[in-house]
C-alpha cells in the first residue's frame, strides 16, 4: 500500500509515534514536537545573532538595527518551520519524507562574516551568496544518483562520527553557560546543567510507555524551573526576561516575516561571494549525508534510499535558498534532532510536522518566540550531551558493518587525523592559504574528515580477495 494513503486512512494511535507515517493524537504529538523544537531553538537563532550583529550594510557601512535584527530573528523561525515541512512532506522530488528537523547551519558561520563584512558586499551581497548557494546545493541534490556511488559505507560512517564529535564541544560549552560569557563554568551553570541531566536519566527510566521519550521535554523544564527560583532568590542571574519586553515594543505581538525583496536590504549577487560559500554547501551536504544516513540506520533500522537522499539534499539547498529570501543564512538538517530521534525512536512525521508548525505560530508571535529564547544555555547543555554523544553512537554501529582490513584502517585512521586535528592545532594551519579554506576547515572536523576519508576510498587500492 502507498505510505501516503496508508497515512490517510490509518486510525489515529498512540502506537503511530514509533512508526514513520500515521496520525497521532495531539495530546501525545505536541508534547513530543515541542521537544524536538526546544532542543534546538537556541541553536536556531544562534548563528543569525552572530552574523547579522556583525554584517555590515552594502555602501554605508552601518550595521543592522536591533529591530531588524529581531525580524530576522523571528524568519529564522519561520524558515526553519517551512524547511522542516518540506523535509516531511516533498513537494515533488524535494524532500525526504523522514523525521529531519532544519535549522540555521553553524557551518555557514567563517565564511558568511568574511562576505557581510565586507563593506563592498556587506549583508546584501551575504542574502544573494547564500539564495545562489542554496539552489547549486539543491541542484546537486537532485542528480545525487550520480555521485552516491562516491560516498562509500566507510565515508558515511566516518561522516556521521564526525558529526557527533564535533557537537561534543557544543554541548558542554552549554553546559558551562554559553561560549563567550563572562562567567562561564560558574557553579550555578554546572549545577542546572547537572540537575537537567539527572532529571532526564530519572525520567527515561521511571516513566512508563511513550512518555519515557520525552525525558528531554521534562529535564527543560524542571532545568527551566531551577533557572528560575535561582534567578527570583538572587543566587545566580540564569534568565534574563527583558529580552519579551524589548521585543513587544520594537516589533510588537504580531508580525508577518518579511521577505528581503520587500526592505531596504535587497540581495546582490556576486561572483566571488558565491564561490566562497559553494564549497561550503558542499560540506554542508556532506552533513546532512551522514545525518540522513543516521536517522535511517539508527531509527529506521535500514539503509538510506536514493530518492531520500536526493530529497534531503534538495531541501538542504532550496530550503536555504527560501531562508535567504527572508534575510537569513542558509538552512541544514539539525544534528541535535537527529540525535534524539535516533535516541526516542519517535520518528513520526506527524508529530514533528506539529513541532514545525509550533516553530512557524512562534514566528507569528515574537513574544513568544523570545520567551523561549530565554532558556537557559546550561539546561540545554545538560539535555544534549547525550543526544550528541547517541550520533557518535550510530557511527560507530555503522563502521562495523564496513569490511575491517588494512585500507578501512587507513582510511579512518588519516581522516580523523587530519580532520579532527586540523581543528586542534595552536595556529591557522592554512595561514598560506586564502582565508576562506582555512575557515572551511580549521574549525569544522566534519568538513576535513569528509575530504580526507572521500579522497581516500577514490584513490586508495581496493584488497583483492583470496579463495
Known amino acids: 500500500m502507498n505510505p501516503d494513503k496508508e497515512e490517510r486512512t490509518a486510525a489515529v494511535s498512540e502506537e503511530n509515534i514509533y512508526k514513520l507515517n500515521g496520525r497521532v493524537p495531539l495530546r501525545k504529538a505536541i508534547p513530543f514536537g515541542l521537544q524536538h523544537v526546544l532542543a534546538m531553538f537556541v541553536s536556531n537563532l544562534a548563528p543569525v545573532l552572530i552574523v547579522c550583529s556583525a554584517a555590515l550594510v552594502r555602501g554605508s557601512g552601518d550595521h543592522l538595527t536591533s529591530a531588524e535584527i529581531t525580524q530576522l530573528l523571528q524568519c529564522a523561525m519561520f524558515a526553519a518551520g517551512i524547511g522542516t515541512c ?102 550555578y551553570h554546572l549545577v542546572v546543567g547537572v540537575f537537567t541531566l539527572i532529571v532526564c536519566l530519572v525520567s527515561r527510566y521511571l516513566l512508563k ?133 535516533t535516541m526516542t525512536k519517535v520518528i513520526n512525521r506527524f508529530t514533528i510536522f506539529i513541532g514545525a508548525l509550533i516553530l512557524i505560530l512562534a514566528s507569528l508571535f515574537p513574544p513568544l518566540g523570545a520567551f523561549f529564547n530565554s532558556l537557559p544555555q546550561a539546561v540545554l ?43 586542534q592545532t595552536s595556529g591557522n594551519f592554512f595561514s598560506a592559504f586564502p582565508q576562506a579554506v582555512g575557515d572551511i576547515f580549521n574549525g569544522n572536523a566534519v568538513a576535513g574528515v569528509f575530504v580526507i576519508s572521500l579522497l581516500l576510498s577514490l584513490f586508495l587500492p581496493k584488497e583483492k580477495k583470496t579463495k
Open 86 to 187: 518540506m523535509q516531511l512532506y516533498p513537494v515533488w522530488k524535494i524532500g525526504s519524507k523522514l523525521p529531519i528537523v532544519m535549522g540555521v547551519s553553524f557551518t555557514f558561520l567563517g565564511s558568511l562574516l568574511i562576505i557581510c563584512t565586507n563593506p563592498e558586499l556587506g549583508y546584501e551581497g551575504m542574502i544573494g551568496a547564500v539564495i545562489a548557494g542554496g539552489i547549486f546545493e539543491g541542484l546537486v541534490g537532485l542528480s545525487a544518483k550520480y555521485w552516491k556511488r562516491f560516498l562509500t559505507p566507510v565515508v558515511s560512517a566516518c561522516v556521521v562520527i564526525a558529526i557527533g564529535l564535533s557537537l561534543l564541544s557544543v554541548g558542554m560549552d552549554s553546559w558551562g553557560g554559553g561560549s563567550g560569557v563572562e562567567d562561564f563554568g560558574a557553579w
Open 381 to 423: 547543555g545538560g539535555c544534549t550531551v547525550m543526544m550528541f554523544g547517541s550520533i557518535m553512537y550510530e557511527g560507530i554501529k555503522m563502521l562495523k558493518d564496513c569490511v575491517f582490513d588494512d585500507r578501512t584502517m587507513i582510511i579512518v585512521s588519516l581522516s580523523f587525523c587530519i580532520g579532527v586535528g586540523l581543528t
Open 209 to 341: 510507555g511513550v512518555y519515557k521519550n520525552l525525558n528531554i521535554l521534562v529535564g527543560l523544564i524542571f532545568g527551566y524551573i531551577l533557572s528560575i527560583l535561582f534567578t527570583a532568590a538572587g543566587i545566580a542571574p540564569m534568565i534574563d526576561f527583558s529580552g519579551i519586553s524589548q521585543t513587544i515594543e520594537e516589533v510588537g505581538f504580531f508580525s508577518l516575516p518579511k521577505l528581503v525583496f520587500f526592505t531596504s536590504h535587497k540581495p546582490v549577487f556576486d561572483l566571488g561571494a558565491f564561490f566562497t560559500i559553494a564549497i561550503v554547501f558542499l560540506v554542508s551536504a556532506a552533513e546532512t549525508t551522514g545525518a540522513t544516513t543516521a536517522v535511517c540506520t539508527g531509527a529506521l533500522g535500514r539503509d538510506i534510499k536514493m530518492e531520500e537522499l536526493q530529497g534531503s539534499l534538495a531541501v538542504d539547498g532550496f530550503s536555504s535558498a527560501i531562508s535567504g529570501c527572508f534575510g537569513c543564512p542558509p538552512l541544514t538538517s539539525f544534528s541535535q534532532n537527529v540525535g534524539l530521534v
